[in-house]
DNA sequence: GTGAAAGCGCTAACAC
DNA sequence: GTGTTAGCGCTTTCAC
């Protein structure tokens, strides 16, 4: 049916182990004459030869495909609505892995029956984790897994060191955000997160949260954490603070709507700052003030860690953090009182 | 050093065929006993066997993946900033990828040396393509490629008839727009587009934009097509036009950002409605009145299409329309004069 | 410089 | 029910 290398061979000439140097450029490498190169290539051309990247390989056992779990354990869809935390990172990603040669394929499910199967049955030569939810199941997953992998958005230590990891830094962004208020005149700052879901990076944020704010002088409570399905309850009430910092933008988002919807005026009444800063931030009402990230740098740095692992190298650094900024947007004013 | 068939049949005593037969679940069509086959699955759990996918690849002549090019002929990224068109689509595909048991593949550039490598090498069963610009370079491509193809916004009579191909109801959709404009009570509405760009769309939305105003009695002339480039020039002079529709959402968003820094009040000064109306309208101020065209449901259509294209038949239909309806939001209002 | 031969891991005719 | 055999298209020793 298609044109092979025996065909292209025949049409020179000569056999297929030529051809296949010739259009592997090892001809010269592996001492092929420029006329026999010349007679091949004018040969797969008339026939309009293509490689069978599927035989190469199965033959090289390498695919120059990089799989992405992308959304393991969300709700799907990622991309069209809401926060563009999983969208930066895909620029990122898609755009440093071309650049090494690779493409990309998203898993918003595992493939294959089993997990293992999934990940390690030949089908790329690398992952890029960013399940942010440590369960006892990623663990167990990743363990069988025999793949090159990468993670994004937890600690290499978390899994024990064994793949490199991608993070900002959460307790200098953090700091900058708590600063930020500080110097607005805020005191009263409370921390929103989703309580029910086990994120790591929630729980980094929350720590850093607590002592950055303790460093600061300032008390903190349990009263201080605010979970995300209380946040009707919450802003009900008379306020309990004059400002919230949102684990994530898309949290950060939330408020804003809810504050909206009862009445309450942001910043004027309550400040908000939010993490992650996309574009997202700027399309909000008011646009929202949030620590940045450098999420599509961070998806390009993960990819060039996994790459080194691939080529059979130990990643260096093992671990990369990426330093936070912070966005001085519409949602942060001093306080009114 | 990975285990093979062969190591999983010597160990339960059988040949690779057998085992071949076990593991892909027609053990019972070409008759295996339920002792052996046992014996089987026994022996891949005891040694840990994982089917290596790409021999299967190679040999079935099949790889279960779809390519989705990508944003070719645009500057990327394309996730993280401004309309969420691409992002809706891409939402749309992969899941109606996956529900076929395919998954997907971004290539924000051609993979392989030539572009006819690149998309006929093997490596993927179908191709999405939706370059929303008709050059003479696409046009060219297209016909080289010998693997199922759908497009998306485009017409198959462009590429003629010879890939299915998927669009919303571009007249409707505009049709339904210029009549909520009207029934506001406006009559000097113009229409905003890149002119520089042939999108292909845009061309049949202004057509459709020309005509349905004409119609309704109103008169377009040249005047009323604002070109992206002038947009500043444009809203520097005295408005000739008390509503814009633009060619899609993120121009609209333009409109909306030029008009606010050289103070026109949207929409009390100049209404403005835009297309597509994903997540991105709502998000911005004041939200978008815009004309819907359900693109994730589009991109699941598309799947469908050529998952039938990739099993050898038909597409039926040939072409995919889906009708477009009107988000009325915060950009639109009744004309002031 | 070029070719012959073997084999990657899997599957499917076709025996028996 | 199970095994034998051949081969997908490619690359890579190793020989000449």
Redesign the pocket.
Known sequence: ??V???D??ARA?????????V??N?ATA????E???ERVRQAAIDLG????VM??N????QTMMIGVLHGIGFDRPLLDKGSRYFASLMDGIIEGAFEHGYSVTLCPKLLGQTPEDAMSDGRFDGLVWYSTLPSQENREMLRRCSVPMVLIHTKAAEYGNRYPAVTCDNEQGIGLAVDHLISLGHERIGFAYEAHIPFSESAIRAGAYRSHMQERGLRVTDCDFIDAGDLDNYLSQPLRHTAILAHNEGLAAHVLRKAFSVGISIPQDLSVVGFDSTGYCEELTPKLTSIYQPLAEMGRGAINLLVQSIGGNTPNPLELIYPCSLDIRGSTCIPHR
């Open positions: 049916m298609s092979t290398m025996r292209v061979a000439g000569v056999t297929p182990t030529v051809v296949s140097r259009l592997h090892k592996i001492r092929v004459s006329a026999t190169a030869y293509r490689v069978n035989a190469r199965f033959r090289e056992r």
